[in-house]
């Protein structure tokens, strides 16, 4: 049974540019949870997906946004890219009443 | 406001010794309270989930306390070795959401 996979692993954008980050979560999960981890810091939460729908949202800009698919796969794309944006990007899925959220191994965000 | 607090500090014991993290947070009511491990480079994993009418959750190695009245939790690892070395993170979830709030993280260094 595959867990949370990410893609891409690794990824270098110029200031200005635009990305988007994809997920797949553990087989049986429908909800998705992205979080942003600046170096030597916690997590920190961005939005959450469930139904397709964006149902929590943290205290980010209006350039991160996200979409989730029927078969429960997440994107996160975030625009006009600045150097601060530069982090571990990483997903988590959970299924139903919320407990133990399973994550996936990130993806290194580099804005040069 | 309201914050998570971890020793911000790294943590370094010999092995063998018991490791003693501590998670202290304000204006929450959470409930419940989860760690997780971290290695450099990849994603947190999931270790033990403690309610809020639990006082202490054992796994192998592991316990965890919960104090609601002192809004504090203190995560133990005994008889530690030098692969417990890692990263360990707190999260408290924001009211049934599904949202999770973490710490900043301990480093633990288990030395030989």
């Known amino acids: 049974d595959a867990g949370v996979t990410q893609s891409p692993t690794h990824l270098i954008k110029t200031r200005g540019q635009q990305v988007t980050l994809r997920c797949s979560p553990k087989?049986?999960?429908?909800?998705v949870s992205w979080y942003q981890q600046a170096l030597g810091q916690g997590p920190q939460f961005i939005f959450q997906?469930?139904?397709?729908?964006?149902?929590q949202r943290g205290n980010f800009p209006d350039r991160f946004s996200g979409h989730q698919f029927p078969n429960y796969s997440s994107e996160l794309n975030v625009n006009a890219l600045l150097l601060g944006d530069s982090a571990l990007y990483l997903c988590?899925?959970?299924?139903?009443?919320?407990?133990?959220?399973?994550f996936g191994p990130g993806t290194r965000l580099t804005v040069t | 406001s309201q914050k998570i607090e971890q020793n911000s500090e790294a943590l370094n014991i010999q092995e063998g010794k018991t490791a003693t993290l501590t998670c202290n947070y304000t204006?929450?009511?959470?409930?419940?309270l989860q760690w997780y491990r971290q290695d450099p480079g990849r994603g947190p994993v999931f270790l033990l989930l403690?309610?809020?009418?639990?006082k202490e959750k054992r796994k192998e190695r592991l316990k965890v306390t919960f104090d609601t009245t002192l809004k504090q939790s203190l995560f133990h690892i005994t008889a530690s070795q030098p692969a417990d070395s890692a990263t360990y993170l707190c999260?408290?979830?924001?009211?049934?959401?599904?949202?999770?709030?973490f710490g900043q993280g301990t480093t633990l260094q288990v030395k030989p």
């Open positions: 988590a899925s959970h299924e139903g009443p919320v407990y133990e959220q399973y």
């Open positions: 087989s049986g999960h429908d909800t």
């Open positions: 997906y469930y139904e397709e729908e964006e149902r």
């Open positions: 204006n929450y009511s959470p409930a419940y």
């Open positions: 403690i309610r809020e009418n639990e």
């Open positions: 999260a408290l979830e924001s009211s049934n959401t599904g949202k999770l709030i």
